[in-house]
């Protein structure tokens, strides 16, 4: 449905997209995970049609993007990465004018997304928080019910709650064979919806992988507090790399070999467990060395 | 063309638009309805062809007053209605398209299924209908107060009808130009100094060039060398081929326009 071919893009020989390569099956929901400035954005530009190649090409739906960017709009949903609409008006006089641009009568849909969101749309724009622009832009992007959804950065700014409400709809929208693209900096967030993901670093695509191989790399560092010193040298025995850091405390990195690490804490008295929270580089620190050692 | 698009900028821009119609029909009301009182001053052409002729000139009174026409062709076109005209195309311009570009609002409405093209000429033809708003709403109240608010003075309608199409005309030109300028930018600071600074300079020239006759072929650089209001209200302009060279300029001027907005890149 969604198909890049060799896009090429360079801004500075350091910046820009170098020939990324990925496609997107139709009912396929594909994660675009990268840090910031990573390219992200520039892709999702390209797809939408605002920006002409220097080389390579992208498609939806057999469509050029660059040459018929008017005719994909017809079939697709956009969400901005920044959200800024017009000045001087509502929710919905802004949602109504993008209603009549698309000459779509049907508000059903529309309403049921305000209702689900709790948007109070007779706000005016420019007195909105991030938040309520940001539940906006997501209706404006779902409301006509397109084919494919491309979403730039969708859950920032909403509250936890807003968060699930949003991964309900997208698993929804998955559920009815839509196609979706969504970027992100957060693995978290990509996890729970995405069948497929690819990780962009400095332009180029490092890693274009199903969920499964990806959660295989993925590295988690888990802080054990145990309650003995024997349980600690057990610990650093074991085949898995630790790091004792306090006084029986120890970090413990899993990478795909959960099962041994459970193994290893039934044989424990743990006292407390936690997770670090990390950064995309940490997580997938692992997957970058070893592109980088490949070259 | 796409038709709400239209509406809701008309709409967004009606406040602003409202106020400069305010402004030049409350003007040129005021201007008229103090004509008698100057015309009856004994000793006021005596005194204006005292000053040198290059002053006369850039006042608008090369020969005095000697019609209701020329007074207020001399007095408010000359003067004060361009620069309410030369701020209005440059300021609506660039608030139609660099604006947003520069802040993102574009993407919204080029993720709707209108081409680019058609979003371009929707913004070109808000700018237009703006202008021709200001400049009816003037010839309407000029010829209005010259008929009801004094007496005994006639205005010649029809050639002061003629004056404000080709005024609409030559301010129609600087808005395609400002247009352009405003669809190339991606940042509004600066399309509009760039739109800003061509035109005051374009208005210098003209000033310049009336000063002296050694400055004159600094009028030749200008576009408002095309615009002598008194001449024009006074039939010595030829009209038809002024209004048609401005006009081809205008839809050129437009049109390349749009076709450049079509073809860049946007940082959307």
């Known amino acids: 449905m969604i198909k890049v071919d060799g896009l090429t893009k360079a801004f500075t020989s350091e910046k820009g997209l170098f020939d990324l390569h990925f496609e997107v099956n139709k009912g396929e929901v594909f994660g675009y995970i990268g840090p910031n400035g990573a390219g992200k954005s520039t892709t999702i530009r390209h797809l939408m049609g605002f920006m002409k190649p220097d080389s390579g090409h992208s498609s939806i739906h057999g469509l050029d993007c660059w040459k018929n960017s008017a005719q994909i709009q017809k079939l697709a949903g956009y969400l901005p990465g920044e959200i800024v609409f017009l000045e001087g008006m509502t929710g919905l006089s802004f949602l109504t004018l993008i209603q009549q641009m698309r000459k779509q009568k049907e508000t059903k849909r529309r309403d049921e997304l305000i209702e689900r969101f709790q948007l109070d749309v007779k706000t005016p724009i420019r007195k909105m928080s991030k938040g309520m622009k940001q539940k906006v832009g997501i209706i404006a992007a779902f409301m006509h019910e397109p084919e494919v959804l491309i979403l730039d950065e969708p859950t920032s700014g909403l509250d936890p709650l807003m968060q699930r409400v949003f991964i309900d709809l997208i698993l929804e929208e998955k559920m009815k064979n839509k196609t979706i693209l969504m970027s992100s900096h957060s693995f978290h967030e990509i996890e729970r919806t995405c069948d497929s993901a690819g990780i962009i670093k400095d332009g180029r695509l490092v890693a274009y992988e199903d969920m499964h191989s990806l959660r295989t790399v993925q590295r988690r560092v888990f802080e054990v507090k145990v309650r003995t010193d024997a349980d600690i040298e057990k610990m650093v025995q074991s085949s898995l790399l630790t790091e004792v850091i306090g006084e029986r405390t120890v970090h413990i990195t899993v990478q795909g070999n959960d099962q041994e690490f459970i193994q290893l804490l039934s044989q424990c008295e743990v006292q407390h467990l936690d997770t670090r929270p990390q950064d995309l580089e940490d997580i997938f620190m692992h997957y970058y060395d070893r592109r980088e050692v490949a070259k | ?268």
Not at chain 2, 146 to 175: H, M, P, Q
């Open chain 2, 1 to 268: 063309m796409s038709w709400p698009l239209y509406l809701s900028m008309m709409k967004s821009h009606a406040k602003m638009l409202g106020g400069f119609i305010y402004g030049a029909v409350a003007y040129i009301v005021l201007i008229i309805w103090i004509y008698p009182s100057i015309a009856d001053m004994k000793g006021f052409n005596e005194m204006i062809a005292a000053l040198p002729e290059g002053m006369r000139k850039l006042i608008g009174m090369e020969n005095g007053i000697n019609s209701l026409s020329d007074y207020i062709a001399g007095e408010f076109y000359g003067m004060l209605f361009l620069i309410i005209l030369m701020v209005y195309v440059i300021l609506t311009s660039t608030r139609l398209m660099a604006r947003l570009v520069d802040q993102g609002s574009m993407a919204y409405l080029l993720a709707t299924p209108n081409s680019r093209v058609k979003i371009a000429s929707t913004q070109a033809a808000v700018l237009i209908t703006g202008l021709a708003c200001i400049v009816v709403f003037t010839t309407l109240s000029g010829i209005a107060a010259s008929e009801w608010l004094i007496s005994g003075y006639e205005l010649d309608v029809r050639s002061f009808v003629k004056l404000n199409v080709l005024t609409f005309l030559i301010f129609s030109c600087v808005a395609a130009y400002c247009f352009l300028i405003s669809s190339i930018c991606n940042d509004e600071k600066k399309a509009l100094g760039v739109s800003a600074g061509i035109t005051l300079v374009f208005y210098m020239f003209n000033m310049a060039g009336k000063l002296s006759e050694k400055t004159e072929w600094l009028l030749n650089l200008s576009i408002f060398k095309l615009y002598d209001p008194i001449k024009m209200i006074n039939n010595e302009t030829d009209a038809l081929l002024t209004g048609s060279i401005l006009a081809v300029t205008t839809i050129l001027l437009l049109a390349i326009s749009i076709i450049v907005f079509k073809r860049r890149n946007l940082p959307l």
